[in-house]
């Protein structure tokens, strides 16, 4: 007598499935991570205007300076730049010629072909070059134990110098997450 099964999925169908639950497991990891970002890049930023507004009372109001605060302004306004440009693009609210790429012309599938030709020629090329060429620029600032030349400037450069390398690893980290999406986009609308 013979017993009935049902029809097991094949191992391509199995495989494709897997590697699909680990793509989102990772999406996961990686929009918790920038999310995370988010409040540290708001309070850098309320830190910086605070700064900024107590420098600018110092000067203009007691007559002195402070060369750390203003090395700070910079090294604050770098950091937010750089940790805040992954949530830019998670958001979509980076630049973009969007004359053409918001027309009616335009399919839905036609602008996420155009991101996914962003993301593989521009983006992710862009950022590595980044990456590779600013980590020996950190190390060195770690190993050398690097200060400001100014006096009164701020000491362990290789803090700010290490957000260079960080935030761009952060914009690849969502370029894999868009690339993602804009395929899916593309495979559901064809």
């Not at 007598?1 to 999925?9: I, S």
């Not at 203003?70 to 004359?99: C, M, N, P, Y």
């Given at each position: 007598?013979?017993?009935?099964?049902?029809?097991?999925?094949s191992i391509l169908k199995r495989t494709i499935s897997f590697f699909l639950r680990v793509a989102e497991f990772i999406n996961c990891i990686v929009n918790r991570?920038?999310?995370?970002?988010?409040?540290?890049?708001?309070?850098?930023?309320?830190?910086?205007?605070?700064?900024?507004?107590?420098?600018?009372?110092?000067?203009?109001?007691?007559?002195?300076?402070?060369?750390?605060?203003?090395?700070?302004?910079?090294?604050?306004?770098?950091?937010?730049?750089?940790?805040?440009?992954?949530?830019?693009?998670?958001?979509?609210?980076?630049?973009?010629?969007?004359?053409?790429?918001?027309?009616k012309l335009l399919q839905e599938r036609h602008r996420a072909f155009v991101d996914i030709c962003g993301i593989l020629f521009f983006l992710l090329p862009f950022c590595t070059v980044v990456i590779i060429t600013s980590a020996p620029f950190v190390y060195d600032a770690y190993y050398h134990d690097e200060i400001s030349p100014d006096a009164g400037g701020l000491p362990h450069r290789w803090v700010i110098k290490l957000t260079l390398p960080l935030g761009f690893l952060l914009i690849v980290l969502q370029g894999f997450i868009s690339l993602k999406q804009n395929l899916l986009t593309i495979i559901k609308n064809s």
């Open positions: 007598m013979k017993t009935f099964r049902p029809e097991e999925p991570i920038i999310k995370s970002t988010e409040p540290l890049t708001c309070g850098l930023l309320i830190l910086l205007v605070s700064i900024t507004f107590s420098d600018v009372i110092m000067r203009y109001v007691f007559n002195s300076g402070s060369v750390g605060l203003q090395e700070l302004e910079w090294h604050l306004f770098s950091a937010i730049f750089l940790l805040g440009g992954a949530i830019t693009l998670r958001e979509d609210k980076h630049v973009r010629v969007d004359l053409i790429y918001r027309s």
